[in-house]
T-cell receptor, first 113, second 112 residues
Framework: SQQGEEDPQALSIQEGENATMNCSYKTSINNLQWYRQNSGRGLVHLILIRSNEREKHSGRLRVTLDTSKKSSSLLITASRAADTASYFCATVPMNSGYSTLTFGKGTMLLVSP | NAGVTQTPKFQVLKTGQSMTLQCAQDMNHEYMSWYRQDPGMGLRLIHYSVGAGITDQGEVPNGYNVSRSTTEDFPLRLLSAAPSQTSVYFC???????????FGPGTRLTVL
């Protein structure tokens, strides 16, 4: 069953603008991860945020986590056409013996030049 | 390092045929998984392995078998292909119990 749900399902912006995607989940987590998937390709890990962290940065990426609301957001600043891809959040349950990631359905981001 | 490799890239099967999707990783990861991705469904876990000789079922295991005889390889077998198994299949591996996963490029399977 889907744990994470991304919002919006699709997002279209211009180069240079910021893109924000949200993820909500249902159960307590060990960590939450964001992945990118270019069309027809495999998933690429972007960032991992643990349940005791509230914010994390990596280059133009900023991820926040609110465990009280069971939600996370991914902000991509100064978007580029190369950022066009689908973005997925994935959660690892608390007390999981193995990182059985549960993925959401993804947000499709289109960045126009 | 080649990372996670998958073969074949594309495959067309007839209903009832069997086949094996290959997955290999050269990062000495203990943990490996198989996912399927269907339009509008995200990725769903089929089977996973926490080490050689140890496998377990994921969310959608029916119709698939796995085995793990070596750390490097984790093949996925379709016993009797059905049109419902038309999908893109991804193999992934990870080092720790809750860390990032490394994905292969995928196998696009069509069952007629």
């Amino acid at each position: 069953s889907q744990q994470g749900e991304e919002d919006p399902q699709a997002l279209s912006i211009q180069e240079g603008e910021n893109a924000t995607m949200n993820c909500s989940y249902k159960t307590s987590i060990n960590n939450l991860q964001w992945y990118r998937q270019n069309s027809g390709r495999g998933l690429v890990h972007l960032i991992l945020i643990r349940s005791n962290e509230r914010e994390k940065h990596s280059g133009r990426l900023r991820v926040t986590l609110d465990t009280s609301k069971k939600s996370s957001s991914l902000l991509i600043t100064a978007s580029r056409a190369a950022d066009t891809a689908s973005y997925f959040c994935a959660t690892v349950p608390m007390n999981s013996g193995y990182s059985t990631l549960t993925f959401g359905k993804g947000t499709m981001l289109l960045v126009s030049p | 390092n080649a990372g996670v490799t998958q073969t074949p890239k594309f495959q067309v099967l007839k209903t009832g045929q069997s086949m094996t999707l290959q997955c290999a990783q050269d990062m000495n990861h203990e943990y490996m998984s198989w996912y399927r991705q269907d339009p509008g469904m995200g990725l769903r876990l089929i089977h996973y392995s926490v080490g050689a000789g140890i496998t377990d079922q994921g969310e959608v295991p029916n119709g698939y078998n796995v085995s793990r005889s070596t750390t490097e390889d984790f093949p996925l077998r379709l016993l009797s292909a059905a049109p419902s198994q038309t999908s893109v299949y991804f193999c992934a591996s990870s080092f720790g119990t809750s860390g990032r996963q490394y994905f292969g490029p995928g196998t696009r399977l069509t069952v007629l």
